[in-house]
């Protein structure tokens, strides 16, 4: 029976963690499917809005839900400026020049940080309101840290999944993702569409950046996540919307029981090793799609 119970706490754990992964991932796949590039500076627009939730709730005293919000706008505003201002003046150059500039986007971020004053390379952390806590969920015990992150991204899944299907600004960012051309074609403004799927991949990014806060602190190694996000994107299928999510929760629960059923140090290569066979088996990730070009 505990070992039962022992299997069903790593679940719970890996799960809380997965969901990290997946919202990162997710934040990676947008832009993808948007404009095809791919935005290694996500993990850091997600420490970078942690910092910013560290700010508004610890420094400047405001309630939780409150910070929470500002720092998501905040990032949602950073986001578009990176698009408009950085991206977009690229349009037309190598895909590889492209990323290599978000590349750089990260390092800028993370040297902000560093130089910011009461930043810094110290760690910090978020007083939330359910941090400390714990529930029972039968004969297992789950951090009530980690009950957030799987229900806010639940909510968060839920919300985008209801916005890119009911509304008419999420169709034409479906339109969009489809082809760049016909959208412009059909009177979808293209540019401002762009620059607001990287406002809603920043902004999810700070979320789950404060929400990470109460378990792993806050300090400017946390954009690092997003080396275990990207494995999930692409696990699940790069483009892949549902993918991002059961890739990122699929390498949260196995770092998870790598760590508790293997020995020392299997845990940080146990994604990778999944990703590997997995690639060799479908090398277009589990809900990836083959797709063919003429050049």
Known sequence: MQGLNDFGQM????????CVYAIVALGFVLIY??????????????????FLGYTFI?????????????????????????????????????????????IGIGFVIRSVVIVTPGWGTETYTIAA????????????????EHLAIIIAAIVLIAALYA????????????????SQLAAYHVGIPVK???????????????LVG?????????????????????????????????????GGLIIGIVEALAGFYLPQGFKDVAAYVLLLV??????????????????
């Open 210 to 246: 404060v929400l990470l806060a109460p378990v792993t602190f806050v300090h400017v190694n946390m954009g690092f996540i997003g080396l275990k996000a990207f494995p999930a994107a692409v696990l699940g299928g790069f483009g892949s919307i549902p993918g991002a999510i059961v």
């Open 11 to 18: 679940l719970l754990s890996g799960a809380s963690i997965g």
């Open 129 to 144: 309101p359910y941090a400390g806590g714990v529930s029972a969920l039968g004969g297992v015990t789950v951090g009530n």
């Open 33 to 50: 499917k948007a404009s095809e590039v791919i935005n290694f500076a996500q993990g850091d627009l997600m420490m970078l809005g942690a």
């Open 163 to 178: 916005f890119f299907r009911y509304t008419t600004l999420g169709l034409a960012m479906q339109a969009t993702s489809q």
């Open 58 to 102: 610890g420094v400047l005293g405001m309630p939780f839900l409150v910070g929470v919000g500002l720092a998501m706008l905040c990032m949602g505003l950073v986001g578009a400026a990176l698009d408009r201002v950085v991206l977009r003046p690229m349009v037309g150059q190598p895909v590889f020049a492209i990323v290599i500039i978000t």
């Open 278 to 295: 997995v690639l060799a088996l479908r090398p277009q990730g589990l809900f990836g799609q083959t797709a063919a070009k003429k050049v």
């Open 192 to 206: 401002t569409i762009l620059s607001m799927i990287w406002a809603i991949s920043a902004a999810t990014a700070a």
